[in-house]
């Protein structure tokens, strides 16, 4: 392990072995974006805007 870089507790907390959090974090990411969200983000990013749910 690099001194400078340690692992957030969070992510440390997805398994006890490195395998089994790698795993746990990328089905964090396994659902798909819908086309209505894609454009949020999508505008958000080119116009330098923070993309936020609104209330």
């Not at 957030?8 to 974006?33: M, S, W």
């Amino acid at each position: 392990m690099d001194s400078l870089l340690t692992p957030h507790p969070v992510y440390l907390a997805l398994g006890r072995e490195a395998a089994a959090r790698q795993t746990a974090y990328r089905a964090l990411f396994d659902l798909p974006v819908s086309e209505k969200d894609l454009r949020k983000i999508r505008f958000a990013v080119q116009n330098d805007f923070a993309l936020r749910e609104t209330r």
